[in-house]
């Protein structure tokens, strides 16, 4: 299947600084990619639709001034947690696909402790 | 939006018996249904998917149903073994262009006891 991979899988940073996870599809190009935030033994939760040359939708209750979206290509889009505080410690973990209706790929997560 | 409803949260199995979860919809507009597994510390890995055109689907020990009626589809595991332990996760989308994404269910943690 298609190749979807995030980077980096773990990231520990202090309060108040940002932190930046890339997620890139290796061998195909995704004009949508889509972010999720997924708490221990919980769901996946969709935090916003990223979309190629465009603003990302963001779900009800999740901050676009917090978590920042970015889709420059076609096989990147990053997200940006801005003045992270411990309350934004999680696992974010990414998806993409080739076309609506299709198989999502996800990337391997990101882990990111904010001390 | 769509509601995904996923039961039961956890499921407790021997091996070689089987294992049901049920998923139920709210947005008549779905029409793919995927199931995803995922292993402790891994991403999710599609296992099988149904689209509304069709009622079942199988797949060497696993099948999916779907109702559109009643808006409800099933995860079968037949013949489990201690490697299905995992969380499962049903999912609801539609085809409906630029507004396409998936909601999931809560998940399932499938234990299959030796």
């Known amino acids: 299947g298609a190749v979807v991979s995030q980077h980096p899988s773990r990231v520990i940073c202090k309060s108040g600084t940002s932190v930046k996870i890339e997620c890139r599809s290796l061998?195909?190009?995704?004009?949508?990619m889509f972010w999720y935030r997924q708490f221990p033994k919980q769901s996946l939760m969709l935090m916003a639709t990223?979309?190629?040359?465009?603003?990302?939708?963001?779900e009800q209750g999740v901050e676009k001034d917090k978590f920042l979206i970015n889709h420059a290509s076609l096989t990147l889009s990053t997200l940006t947690v801005t003045s992270a505080h411990p309350e934004d410690s999680s696992f974010y973990i990414c998806?993409?696909?080739?076309?609506?209706?299709?198989?999502?790929?996800f990337g391997q997560g990101t882990r990111l402790t904010v001390v | 939006g769509e509601n995904v409803e996923q039961h039961p949260s956890t499921l407790s199995v021997q091996e070689g018996d089987s294992a049901v979860i049920k998923c139920t919809y709210s947005?008549?507009?779905?029409?793919?249904f995927p199931w995803y597994k995922q292993e402790l510390g891994k991403r999710p890995q599609l296992i099988i998917d149904?689209?509304?055109?069709?009622g079942e689907k199988k797949d060497q020990r696993i099948a999916v149903t779907l109702n559109k009626t009643a808006k409800h589809f099933s995860l079968h595991i037949t013949e489990t073994q201690p490697e299905d332990s995992a969380v499962y996760f049903c999912?609801?989308?539609?085809?409906?262009?630029?507004?396409?994404?998936?909601?999931f269910g809560k998940g399932t943690l499938l234990t299959v006891n030796p």
């Open positions: 998806s993409a696909g080739q076309g609506a209706g299709t198989e999502a790929f």
């Open positions: 061998d195909f190009q995704a004009t949508t």
């Open positions: 990223s979309n190629e040359g465009s603003k990302a939708t963001y």
């Open positions: 947005d008549s507009a779905s029409n793919y």
């Open positions: 149904i689209r509304s055109n069709v």
């Open positions: 999912a609801a989308g539609w085809d409906g262009g630029s507004n396409y994404k998936l909601t």
